[in-house]
């Protein structure tokens, strides 16, 4: 009975080294940064986020908000930097062998009190866009093999998220056996409780791969003139996401330039039209990227479930919130108010984070379902021990300790929007438009367009929930004038 109680004490220890830490929602510590953010105030928002990400649980989080402010303040190279670390501290959270004396006490306190005790390690998507933002980093700067490296780390990523997805779902389902805790019934119950609270989604094909990582390489590609394999993932990328103007354009041209007479056939039958091709001699180009919105965040939920030896017990899990914005896709005129072309959503970040949560579901509640029933644990040694009292005040303990994990990088965008616009070489003025989701025009940026033949200039802006936050211009050609936010 003594060495009952002694394993008690021995779990609870934790909560005296974490502390209220362990009860801090990130949402609140990351209100400030954001708000920040989304006034254009990076300065700012970058040293708020550079001071938590010195030390904490919440490191990784802080790393991948700060990488992101930078990219979006246009210090493409600090970025990097910074994007770098975050994966280096993945790495060393993924590969560590063995566990020290404090990394032993971390999952005790995650096994008594909740996940946001150990380190975050990244949601798997979060994972694979770091490759994809140190990629577009490397593709303004003009260096095009480092952006081949990342999108190669990217594609690896993708395919080490599923193995690591199953491992992890299997390594979980062995100790509910040990533990003879049947995990059929409790996952259809949870599923079913959890579908009822949850936002709806869009659909996605893979939520283990990202169609704009494969667009970036493609354009990698073809900028090297591989035409066979950015037909390849030209190929994999309108699977992922049908129905994108530049990414159906690009596909018909890369199968005409590599030779494949049978598939450019076949894309043109299904596609309903030829390649448009550029003309070098008469023509430049503007790529837009464009980063729409806010991306979701994640909030708590409640399931009620029975736990073995815990009883029915309320299991708190994280589901992702939609934040609204104002502004929908963006649209380039010439001067005559004709339309060049408007960007369309490549990778719904939105969509993408529900998915992978929902993927994630039998990992979250089995944690949470063996967690319950360490703190069941808790409660009937302290009845053996403490009498009644004890219980009571055991069981107020694991009520108030059953907090959702929260962190998440919140500074993504909704989604990530591209177009590919060929411009008449010469002077002329265009307008940049930012529309709301019914097409109205909400904000106007004039840029002067001077482009030489065959020249490509990037566009890569961003818009928050309910302001422009960035315009930047990459290349010779094109110069952005005036405008501002609303």
């Known amino acids: 009975m003594a060495a009952r109680f002694s394993r008690a004490v ?31 105030d990076f300065e700012g928002a970058y040293e708020d986020l550079e001071k938590r990400a010195r030390k904490g649980t919440a490191r990784l989080a802080y790393l991948l908000e700060a990488a992101t402010v930078l990219h979006v303040e246009g210090d493409l190279k600090e970025s990097n930097r910074v994007f770098s670390a975050s994966e280096d501290l993945i790495r060393s959270y ?64 993708q395919q080490e998220n599923r193995r690591r997805h199953e491992r992890e779902i299997a390594a979980l389902e062995e100790e509910a056996r040990e533990r003879q805790i049947q995990t059929a019934g409790l996952l259809r119950e949870a599923h079913a409780q959890y579908d009822e609270s949850r936002i709806g989604s869009g659909p996605v094909l893979n939520p ?42 690009d596909l018909l041209r890369m199968a005409k330039l590599a030779g494949l007479n049978d598939a450019y056939r076949e894309w043109s039958e299904r596609l309903g039209r030829p390649a448009r091709f550029s003309n ?25 479930l029975p736990v073995p030896e815990a009883g029915l017990v309320s299991l708190a899990l994280p589901r992702y919130a939609r934040v609204q914005s104002r502004f929908g896709k963006a649209a380039l005129y010439d ?15 939105e969509t993408l984070a529900i998915r992978n949560l929902e993927d994630r579901m039998p ?14 644990f808790l409660a009937a040694t302290a009845a053996d021990e403490g009498g009644a009292a004890a219980a009571l005040a055991v069981n107020l303990f694991n009520l108030v300790t059953e907090q959702a994990d929260l962190r ?5 965008p909704r989604d990530f929007q591209v177009a590919r616009i060929p411009v008449s070489r010469g002077s ?3 307008t940049f438009a930012f529309l709301d989701g019914s097409g109205r025009r909400l904000v106007e940026r004039s840029l002067q367009a001077d482009m030489a033949p065959g020249s490509r200039v990037y566009l890569n802006v961003r818009t928050g929930s309910r302001s422009v936050v960035a315009f930047h211009v990459y290349g010779v050609g094109v110069r952005a004038e005036g405008g501002g936010t609303p």
């Open 10 to 40: 021995f779990l609870l220890v934790p909560v005296l080294l974490y502390g209220c830490s362990a009860f801090t929602s990130y949402r609140d510590r990351i209100e400030a940064p954001l708000e920040k953010f989304e006034s254009g």
């Open 94 to 157: 993924e590969e560590r062998a063995v566990i020290s004396v404090t990394d032993t006490a971390a999952k005790g306190a995650s096994l008594v009190l909740n996940e946001k005790t150990i380190p975050y390690e990244g949601e798997p998507f979060e994972k694979v866009l770091v490759h994809s933002y140190k990629a577009l980093n490397y593709l303004f700067l003009g260096q095009t093999e480092a952006a081949r490296v990342e999108i190669r780390r990217s594609f690896a990523r």
């Open 208 to 249: 283990y791969e990202d169609p704009f990582a494969y667009y970036l390489s493609a354009l990698v590609y073809e900028f090297n003139g591989e035409y066979n394999d950015a037909y390849i993932d030209l190929k994999r990328a309108q699977e992922l996401r049908p129905g994108v103007p530049c990414v159906e354009n």
């Open 280 to 304: 070098p001699q008469a023509e430049g180009e503007i790529l837009v990227f464009l980063q729409a919105g806010m991306g979701p965040r994640k909030e708590e939920v409640r399931l009620v």
């Open 335 to 349: 001067s005559d108010g004709r339309l060049l072309g408007e960007t369309a959503v490549l990778t719904d970040i």
């Open 363 to 376: 990992i979250l509640v089995l944690k949470q379902v063996l967690r319950a029933a360490a703190k069941g």
């Open 408 to 412: 998440c990088w919140t500074t993504l």
């Open 428 to 430: 002329r003025r265009l």
